[in-house]
């Protein structure tokens, strides 16, 4: 059974950051090319960052500079390094795993206000 749990979200206010994880069971993950979408109120959700197997990465241009992607195979962990953060920010996030088949977390909240 595949299963990604999300946590580190949170209320920040702006300008602060924030570090989410992802951590995957189920999957291969090393193989996997893993992404962070966002979505907020009544709006589509968005990729915001993905990391291939080989830990090329890509980012939406909302966030580049100030978002960084990584990932530990060892953990099985994919994380979101989230700085400068703006009120346009607040969503909910999810984590996405891309291998045969994609799956996605429960998501978690992120607010930016003051």
């Known amino acids: 059974q595949v299963q990604l749990v999300e946590s580190g979200g949170g209320l920040v206010q702006p300008g602060g950051s924030l570090r989410l994880s992802c951590a995957a069971s189920?999957?291969?993950?090393?193989?996997?090319?893993m992404g962070w979408y966002r979505q907020a109120p009544g709006k589509q959700r968005e990729l915001v960052a993905s990391?291939?197997?080989?830990?090329?990465?890509k980012y939406a241009d909302s966030v580049k500079g100030r978002y960084t992607i990584s990932r530990d195979n060892a953990k099985n962990t994919v994380y979101l390094q989230m700085n400068s953060l703006k009120p346009e920010d607040t969503a909910v996030y999810y984590c996405?795993?891309?291998?045969?088949?994609?799956?996605w977390g429960q998501g978690t909240q992120v607010t930016v206000s003051s």
């Open positions: 996405r795993a891309g291998t045969t088949a994609d799956y």
């Open positions: 990391i291939t197997s080989g830990s090329s990465t």
């Open positions: 189920g999957i291969i993950f090393r193989f996997a090319t």
